[in-house]
Each structure stands twice: as structure tokens, then as C-alpha cells.
């Protein structure tokens, strides 16, 4: 592989640390991902150089920090191709953007008898607000069917859309089977219906090119600890049209143009959205995650995770009594990687990999409804990221095989 993954692991102070008296090998990037030198060197200097509330000073401090927060927002801006950055609001992570979503734009739109579509692959973060959303508008949660493969099945999507149905939310990648929905077809069948399409793109933004003209997408969001950012701080993307007829959510300091004693007026585009003091290092420090990844290259990380899968996938295929989730074919799937050992239980297997230096997830992802589908209560998930290198595939597989080994037979 060309991909230097360990000259960009070395950028990342954490991951030359010893774990249990082994290397550490850190396999929970779908969780969270690890934080290059850049990034903490951002938030560092902001904090020792600039520390100061945004929008509101006018000396040196206040104007050098509303600088540096704006000009992260530009970034992402460029980073996801949104035509302004207007459209760009700042929120605490991918939960907080599709509630706002729910709560704003949800509230004001639907009415009894109308449908939200969504998936069973979906994250409890993209269920759960239009689970309250149904119950408040008197709307019909339906669910798009999916293949035996583990895929969105497009012929169920497109037998359920009607002109009922007001709001589609998915996942651009599913964080438990790996599988990436083809979101511009998706957003074009959507839009024949008049629809919104609301994407949750935790796991996508990290790991590929993001375009949201391109995809036509309504709302987009993600959140910057997944992409080597900072935690507390994340991103909804929504079309101006969308954006300047909804309400905010949150009311108080910054976001306000004009208080009256009895009524008050917002500020304009996307300073109305943001209430109160903003994370404005996380901010900072996603901007700086922006310009780490953008000198990576986001097309460089998906090319290199497909060789990383390819690599992976003969030696999974070698373990007996793995069941895999999701899509057997890698071209198909992200770099995630969902599992279970016969008879072991997920949190077993984890515990076991830990005391090898392995860090991977056990539970049920926060995905409910598809552990049921899948018929396991949890399982087991290994989620690779562009700093894993193929010697940690092979620590990977052998502390398995390690784990298979000692629940088998026991130590010797």
C-alpha cells in the first residue's frame, strides 16, 4: 500500500502508547477517533493567544477569537461545498443538529396523518427525535425495508414514498454494518415527492468527500470528534430556503437582533441558531481537524480504507465460527467492521482484546431496532480509520484468534 498511514499515525500522540503491556491498537474510531499534534496545538494556542467571547468585544481579544470562529465556519464550509457559510451552524455534535431539525423544522411542517420515513439501520440519535416528533405531530413513523444483504432496499423506499410523506432521514453510512446508502439517488426520489431528506453523516464525513450540493441533501450532520476534532462540537448543514423559516431552538444572548419587553426579533443567518457563548475552541480546533484531514485528502482515506478492508477480509474470512454483519462485499462497505464469536459473548471478546492492546466496541451501538433485526443482543465492532496501518489489522486478527482460542480451550 502507498498510503504512508505510519507517518500519519505518528501525529497522534495517544496512539504510541502502551495498553496492558502491548501496543496500542486503537479500533473504536466509529465511537470516537483519536486527535492529532494540530489540532491540540489549535485549541492550545486559542486558549493561551485569543481566549475571549465571540461577537460581542470589541478589543483585541474578542475580535482576534470572532475571527478565528467565523473562519472555522468558512472552513467547514469548504470542507462539505455548502454554497455559503450561512448555512453552516454550529451545534454540539450530530445529536443536537438532527433534534434541532425535529424540533424547528419538524414542528412547524407536519400534521396529523403525515409520514416521516427512516430506516432500521439508523442510530438512536436519527430515531429517537422523530420517534417524539411522530408522537407530538400526530405523524406515522414508517420504516424503508432492508435487503438480506444488510443494504437499504431502494424498491421499498420507493414503494412507501407518497405525498404523505414529509421528512426521510438516514444514514449516509451505518455505523454497525459499514454500508454507504447512495444518498444523491436517495435525495432525488425524495425530492420527486416533495419531501425533505435529513442525512446523518457522523460516519461519512470522516471518511470520504462530502458534497452536499452534490448530493442535494436538506440538512446534513456530523460531528467533529469522529472527524479528529474536538468533542462538544458539531455541524448542521441546511439549505437557506429551510434555514430562514425555522425557528430557533434555543433562546438567550447572541443569537437575538432586538429585545422588547414583550417579543424580540433573531439575528440573521446562522447566528440566530446559536444561542448563548459558543464552543468556541472546539470550534477552532474543528477548523484546524478541516485542515488536517484536507491535507491528507479525503479521497486518499476512503481509497486507502477499501485497500485496509481488503487487506483484513481474507484473514476474517480464516476465523471459524465469525459472523460478520453487513455486506461481505468490501467495496460495498466503510472501514467498520461488526462481529460476533460463537458462543463468546461481545463483551468478553472486547475485555479480552483490551488486555492485548486492542481497543474495540461491544454493546449494541446505540441501534436497537437493528440488533433485533439481526437477531443479537449485541455485538462486537472494529471501526478502522486512515492512522491504522496493517500491522494493526494483523494485532487485530491475532488477538481474535487469541481471544477464540482462550474461550475455547482455556489457557494451556
Not at 491540540?40 to 470562529?69: D, F, M, P, W
Not at 412547524?108 to 442510530?123: F, K, R, Y
Not at 424580540?264 to 485542515?291: C, H, Q, R, Y
Amino acid at each position: 500500500m502507498s498510503f504512508p498511514a505510519d507517518k500519519w499515525k505518528k501525529d497522534f500522540p495517544i496512539l504510541a502508547q502502551i495498553v496492558n503491556d502491548e501496543p496500542l491498537v486503537y479500533l473504536d474510531n466509529a465511537a470516537t477517533t483519536q486527535k492529532p499534534t494540530a489540532v491540540l496545538k489549535a485549541i492550545e494556542t486559542y486558549y493561551c493567544e485569543s481566549n475571549a467571547n465571540v461577537h460581542r468585544g470589541v478589543h483585541t481579544l474578542a475580535e482576534r477569537a470572532t475571527t478565528q470562529y467565523e473562519a472555522a465556519r468558512e472552513k467547514v464550509q469548504h470542507f462539505i461545498h455548502a454554497a455559503e457559510s450561512a448555512e453552516v451552524l454550529f451545534t454540539r455534535g450530530t445529536t443536537t443538529s438532527l433534534n434541532w431539525v425535529a424540533k424547528s423544522y419538524g414542528e412547524a411542517n407536519l400534521q396529523p396523518g403525515d409520514e416521516i420515513l427512516v430506516s432500521v439501520m439508523e442510530h438512536h440519535s436519527n430515531l429517537i427525535p422523530w420517534q417524539q416528533l411522530a408522537k407530538k405531530t400526530q405523524a406515522v413513523l414508517s420504516y424503508v425495508e432492508l435487503t438480506e444483504e444488510g443494504l437499504l432496499d431502494l424498491d421499498s423506499l420507493r414503494g412507501q414514498l407518497s405525498e404523505k410523506t414529509k421528512i426521510v432521514a438516514l444514514a449516509h453510512v451505518s455505523n454497525v454494518l459499514g454500508v454507504v446508502n447512495p444518498i444523491q439517488e436517495i435525495a432525488r426520489l425524495v425530492h420527486a415527492t416533495e419531501a425533505v431528506l435529513v442525512v446523518d453523516g457522523a460516519q461519512a464525513v470522516p471518511h470520504m468527500p462530502v458534497d452536499v450540493q452534490e448530493l442535494e441533501v436538506d440538512f446534513y450532520a456530523f460531528s467533529g470528534h469522529k472527524m479528529v476534532g474536538p468533542t462538544g462540537i458539531g455541524v448542521l448543514y441546511g439549505k437557506r430556503h429551510l434555514l430562514e423559516k425555522m425557528e430557533p431552538v434555543e433562546f438567550g444572548g447572541e443569537m437575538i437582533e432586538f429585545v422588547y419587553e414583550q417579543e424580540s426579533t433573531w439575528k440573521e443567518l446562522p447566528w440566530k441558531f446559536e444561542a448563548g457563548t459558543p464552543n468556541i475552541a472546539g470550534a477552532i480546533g474543528l477548523g484546524a481537524a478541516v485542515d488536517y484531514l484536507s491535507t491528507v485528502g479525503l479521497v486518499a482515506i476512503q481509497d486507502y480504507e477499501h485497500e485496509l478492508m481488503a487487506y483484513l477480509w481474507p484473514k476474517l474470512m480464516e476465523v471459524p465460527g465469525l459472523t460478520i454483519y453487513g455486506p461481505l462485499d468490501t467495496a460495498k462497505r466503510s472501514g467498520i467492521v461488526t462481529f460476533n464469536l460463537d458462543g463468546i459473548h461481545p463483551h468478553d471478546v472486547a475485555t479480552a482484546m483490551d488486555m492485548q492492546g486492542v481497543a474495540i466496541r461491544a454493546g449494541n451501538h446505540c441501534a436497537q431496532p437493528l440488533m433485533r433485526k439481526l437477531a443479537a443482543d449485541s455485538t462486537a465492532r472494529a471501526s478502522f480509520y486512515f492512522y491504522n496501518t496493517t500491522a494493526d489489522v494483523d494485532q487485530f486478527v491475532e488477538a481474535l484468534l487469541a481471544t477464540k482460542e482462550f474461550f475455547t480451550h482455556g489457557l494451556n
